[in-house]
């Protein structure tokens, strides 16, 4: 990706050890993290509807009957972050 989301996000720091994660976006604008960004900015209605599904993932995940399967080789936690 140009901007280099994942390696720049929150949960590369947990993805780097193995663990599994799920990245949440409703994408960004050119003032997104600029002294510039305004609460004008943000799509409430469509943020409703993302955190409803968010929610909705936690409280499935949480409530299976086993552990998230990793689906790839655990990466190495002190290399470089891959796109």
Known sequence: ???NIYCRSDH???ARWGIPIVFFT???HADYHQVTDEPQ???YEHMTTV???VHATAVNVANLGHR???D???PDPR???RQ
């Open 1 to 3: 990706h140009p901007q």
């Open 12 to 14: 590369w720091s947990y």
């Open 26 to 28: 409703t994408g960004g």
């Open 41 to 43: 900015y943000i799509d």
């Open 51 to 53: 955190a409803k599904l």
């Open 68 to 70: 998230v399967a990793v």
């Open 72 to 74: 790839q080789p655990k």
């Open 79 to 81: 290399g470089e972050c």
